[in-house]
């Protein structure tokens, strides 16, 4: 993961669309593309980035991993003002299992890479 801009520096990275976006999503909870399987404990969602895509901005307020399909590149900026660039090997795997109401993240994911990102993300109703 490469940092390109640091917690709380709003820079001239952030566009003035990029900050609306970011209000006017600042609770949307489809933290994928597609929902393909929900159950009473988690839900599981798809999301699949042709390159120069995005996911607009969501929030993750509970605990989740995804993997990731194929290989590639992605940039996401933060709800703290924090921008970062992530470099995915194919079936590479990450988990946030303590995140909740009181310690969540907003974000949004482009594909800056030359691949599409193909993305399965498991997120638990509950705190694992």
Known sequence: MNTINPVGKWSSFWT???????KTHQNNTQVGETLVL???TFKVWNIHLPK???????KHSKPYFYTA???GKSRSFYNDGSIKEIEYKAND???????????CFIHNLE???GTTLIFTTV???TQT
């Open 16 to 22: 003035e669309e990029l900050k609306s976006a970011l």
């Open 38 to 40: 929900e159950t009473s």
């Open 52 to 58: 120069g895509a995005s996911l607009p901005f969501h």
């Open 69 to 71: 399909i194929t290989a």
């Open 93 to 103: 795997i990450t988990y946030f299992h303590d995140l909740s109401d009181g310690n």
């Open 111 to 113: 594909n800056i890479g």
């Open 123 to 125: 997120e638990f109703k």
